[in-house]
Nanobody, 121 residues
Framework: QVQLVESGGGLVQAGGSLRLSCAAS????????MAWYRQAPGKERELVAGIRDGTSNYADSVKGRFTISRDYHRDKVYLEMNDLTPEDTAVYYC????????????????WGQGTQVTVSS
């Protein structure tokens, strides 16, 4: 199994910045992709940013403001968030698509518990 632990959420004023971190641990053979999703109250969970084989993609709403990066040696992924707005308020979830040791070579999806990001106006 794979455990994902997020950190770095909190309360910030509009225009401010936060950096989220996510560390993966467990019986990891390899991580295929990592991403950040978010879910605001009353809304569905949405993809914020993803990274796979060094290529990243972003939701239109965060392009130019957020940057995803990955530390391949430490199985960590980061989300640098700048110029935050109240619309960015949500619980942010770390996601990993990983192949586990003894898993037959198949990849599985894993989620973190989430970290709250609140942006005040």
């Amino acid at each position: 199994q794979v455990q994902l632990v997020e950190s770095g959420g909190g309360l910030v004023q509009a225009g401010g910045s936060l950096r989220l971190s996510c560390a993966a641990s467990g019986s990891i053979y390899s991580i295929v992709a990592m991403a950040w999703y978010r879910q605001a109250p009353g809304k569905e969970r949405e993809l914020v940013a993803g990274i796979r084989d060094g290529t990243s993609n972003y939701a239109d709403s965060v392009k130019g403001r957020f940057t995803i990066s990955r530390d391949y040696h430490r199985d960590k992924v980061y989300l640098e968030m700048n110029d935050l707005t109240p619309e960015d308020t949500a619980v942010y979830y770390c996601f990993a698509q990983a192949v586990i040791e003894g898993g037959g070579g198949y990849d599985y999806d894993y989620w973190g518990q989430g970290t709250q990001v609140t942006v005040s106006s």
